[in-house]
């Protein structure tokens, strides 16, 4: 079995249904969910004037090769109303793939790890949550020294769920 770290976060309409949703789907489509962090919410990165996101990490075993991982993903988006009109726009849904077993995978439409994670603490505050100890496969950093490294200065916030 493949382990997959994925982010799944939004801000559009009721975040926390969409989640809870979107783990849904991700245990039906995707593979087993065998961990993951609390809920986070952050304001929005890179387009600020936006309502703040609520992410979460996952930890998934899979049978998918990444390529199908990530279709299947876009699926879910789909299903679940994702609509891309513009970069870091708000949205009901948006699942990231941050980590495939510790593969390093570069490819048009699909790079592993996640190419900004390292500058993105509301990603690296919940995978710390769950795998602080996981080594970037590009950096060799863990996680928690990646965090204590990261230059971003957004609140990220731990949701009392």
Known sequence: ??????????????????????????????????????????????????????????LIETSLAAEVLMSNILIIEKKMGRVRNEKYGARTIDIDILFYN?????????????PEIQNRKFALVPMNEIASLFVHPVFKKNIQ???????????????GI
């Open 102 to 114: 510790e593969e390093i995978i570069n490819l048009p439409d699909l790079k592993i790890p996640h």
């Open 145 to 159: 020294t990646l965090l204590n490294e990261c230059g971003d200065v957004l609140d990220v916030k731990k949701m």
């Open 1 to 58: 079995m493949n382990k997959a770290y994925l982010l799944i976060g939004g801000n559009e309409g009721d975040s926390l249904n969409f989640l809870k949703q979107a783990r849904e789907y991700i245990s039906v489509l995707l593979g087993e969910i065998v961990g993951q962090s609390a809920i986070y919410e952050t304001a929005a990165w890179g387009k600020t004037n936006q309502p703040n996101f609520l992410n979460q990490v996952l």
